[in-house]
């Protein structure tokens, strides 16, 4: 798939408001400074499409994009950071939540994991989350241009026998990519294109 148009289309924290368009949307969502915006950015050609930070927490609000003016690219807040109140935390994961479980259109989730750390709480409870509700998502290893293949293999493998060892039968599907050489790019752009094809004939 060629990215050919990418537009900002709202921001609010109601999934009721989100667009009434039936078109399949994807979510992208991850702890902050994972490098979700740096990602999407990377994704869609566009270089300031979503907004980067160096301050933790800059995504706030249920962000679409419409791409190709057939599917929407979803930008949620990242969780995790540390710089936002506790209630405005609650407060995000309330409508995170309610996006996730209502709304119709998401056909899947991407689980943004930093792939120089080792397995964090807060993302594997995520995923737990995930996949109690039966929400489709992949992991997509972020930063994979700050490692050497054999630490990013070794990396991966510490992710798949931790999960296999809670309740995952195995670990979950997962891309690896880096916004800086474009890693990942044509492999996450591709898997999104046979989703919307089979949307479309199921339609």
Request: net charge positive.
């Amino acid at each position: 798939m060629k990215i050919k148009t990418a537009d900002f289309v709202t921001s609010n924290t109601d999934v009721s408001k989100c667009p009434k368009e039936q078109l399949p949307e994807y979510a992208f969502i991850g702890r902050s400074n994972v490098g979700k915006s740096s990602l999407i950015n990377m994704i869609t050609g566009k270089s300031k499409l979503a907004k980067t930070s160096g301050k933790p927490g800059k995504t706030q609000l249920i962000n679409h994009f419409k791409i190709n003016e057939n599917w929407f690219l979803v930008d949620l807040p990242g969780y995790g950071y540390a710089q936002v109140s506790k209630s405005k935390r609650q407060t995000f994961q309330e409508f995170i939540k309610d996006y996730l479980l209502l709304r119709q259109q998401l056909i899947c989730t991407f689980v943004l994991i930093d792939s120089r750390l080792e397995p964090q709480k807060i993302d594997l409870e995520f995923m737990e989350f995930l996949g109690e509700n039966s929400i489709p998502f992949y992991i997509v290893f972020t930063k994979a241009d700050k490692l050497k293949l054999s630490e990013l293999n070794k990396n991966i493998k510490v992710y798949d026998k931790v999960m296999t060892k809670s309740s995952w039968e195995s670990m979950p599907p997962h891309f690896i990519t880096s916004a800086v050489d474009t890693t990942g790019k044509e492999a996450l752009l591709n898997f999104i294109d046979d989703l919307n094809q089979k949307v479309a004939a199921q339609s």
